[in-house]
């Protein structure tokens, strides 16, 4: 059978750093491709690419033998055949649910109102969720949420779905729900390439395993592949992490989570009419990062599980990005490393998850993470959410334009599109202060920049110390002088009610200080991004000591 997807030598760079390298994948007609690997290597670009998210720097990428890297190409026609589910829901929040769902079969595809009812009813019936037609997002659980996101994708009639890191957000209890709406799917024969770090849902659901590192596809191949991955490399990083690589101390065999009480995994029960396909799935239940210390205090728990899991940005230089090499770098990373040397006595034991600005707080409150370094600007609405330290950075909100716009100021902006990353500062202070101004959001921040670059709008809104650096490395865009609100600290947050971590990390903070820690990072990775005469007091605050 021909390939409906074919990737061949495809390349992706941000910037400099290539994330993608010299891919080739096919995925035939009614598979289910699960693409596996750590963090930061290139799982979910490659997704991004196949739906247009991404701008593709080499070789072929092919949708039912038509090349879609060709200027001729229509991304929006290809998006209604290619839907795409991520780990943040966008909803439209003044939207009710059925709203939501028609908004495209209607305003797209100029479909009849009757027609694109009746099936986006019989779809929220098949979720489980046809009492809640009416409801909006703020009524509905983050499970729910994600499932009339499927939903709606589903009402658009696509050929394939991808779904990148859907349950990563949300809490163990409504993994479930999203699975086995996925779960169906498959079933039915539907093409599905997913990103996930659920190792049981991706062993019970998947045709064909695909293992990435580094940007690279080390791996291809059926589900087996969780058990032992063939190549001595693959084994050697993703894999030797993993739960399913461990041999049980009760059984003596890695083949036993289906029913040992040790990995808590799916129970899986094929289904009879199609080899390998699940018919039903319990939710996997992963190590919970900030579960209930059993002992003495939670700083205990770290030490027992001898790792601290810290949530980072991937695509912000240079406080939190991937190098060349895959490993993360940054001044945010360096902290966490110093953090876990100083807790666990080794820099290298610290695990470093991927974030976006709008997943940093529901990681947190799903216990995904133990701490978030990643840029988190202090604001009421925040603090009433996570438990700020005391802070490392301080941060304004500004807008970056080309250098020959005829935007000079920021009120000349509410005529204007300007583009924000969803769940930053930026983003919660326009929608807020300047609702009529019409905003253009994107889940990560490459993704904004690229859309400023691409001239889908006229201007960036985004932290300036972000701006600051990315207009140095590509000339021909200025920051605007004015500020949008106040200048805020940055702190690394906790879970709500962690008051024992947080102040063990207000006292690091301190220890840093006397040590000058943050000027050495601010030297190593801060200043060269800046212009000559910036001091380094404006941005880093040392020894969590602020003073606005």
Known sequence: MSALIEFKGFNKFFGEHQVLKDIDLQV?????????????????????????????????????????????????????????????????????????????????????????????????????????????????????????????????????????????????EMVKEVLQVIQGLARDGMTLLIVTHEMAFARAVADRIVFMEAGRILEQSPRELLYEPRRPHARSSSWRNSPLSKACPRHHTRNCHEDCP???????????????????????????????????????????RDKLIV??????????????????????????????????????????????????????????????????????????????????????????VPEGSEVKKLDDLAAKTTIVTTGTTADIWLTKNHPDWKLLKFEKNSESLQALANGRGDAYAQDNLILFSWSKQNPGYRVLDEKLGEEAPIAPAVKKGNIELRDWVNSELARLGEQKYLLKLYDQYVRKELSDDTKPESVIVEGGKWQG
Not at 265 to 270: D, E, F, G, K, S
Not at 311 to 331: A, I, L, N, Q
Request: glycine share 8%.
């Open 311 to 400: 949530g980072v940005f991937t695509d912000k230089p240079p406080f939190g990005y991937v190098d060349e090499s895959g490993r993360y770098v940054g001044f945010d990373t360096d902290i966490g490393r110093e953090l876990a040397k100083s807790l666990l006595g080794d820099e290298n034991k610290v695990e470093f998850v991927a974030v976006e600005p709008a997943s940093r707080i529901p990681f947190l409150q799903s216990d995904k993470v133990d701490l978030i370094l990643a840029n988190m600007t202090v604001t009421p609405e925040r603090k009433e959410a996570v438990e700020f330290t005391n802070p490392n950075l301080r941060v304004a909100v500004q807008a970056l």
């Open 28 to 172: 035939r007609s009614g598979e289910v491709v699960v693409i596996l690997g750590p963090s930061g290597c290139g799982k979910s670009t490659l997704l991004r690419c196949l739906n247009g998210l991404e701008v593709a720097h080499g070789g072929s990428l092919t949708l039912a033998g038509k090349e879609l890297l060709s200027k001729a190409t229509d991304w929006r026609q290809v998006r209604q055949q290619v839907g795409m589910v991520f780990q943040s829901y966008h909803l439209f929040g003044h939207m009710s649910v059925m709203e939501n769902l028609l908004l495209g079969p209607l305003k797209v595809q100029k479909r009849e109102r009757l027609e694109a009812q009746a099936q986006a009813e019989a779809l929220l019936a098949r979720v489980g969720l046809l009492d809640k037609r009416d409801a909006y997002p703020r009524q509905l659980s983050g499970g729910q949420q994600q499932r009339i996101a499927i939903v709606r994708s589903l009402c658009m009639n696509p050929q394939v779905m991808l779904f990148d890191e859907v349950t990563a957000a949300l809490d163990p």
């Open 262 to 304: 040790r990995f808590k995994t799916a129970a899986v029960a094929v289904h009879p009419g199609r080899t390998g396909r699940v018919q039903q799935i319990e939710a996997p239940s992963k190590p919970a990062a900030n579960a209930a210390a059993p002992a003495t205090s939670y700083l205990e728990t770290i030490k027992a």
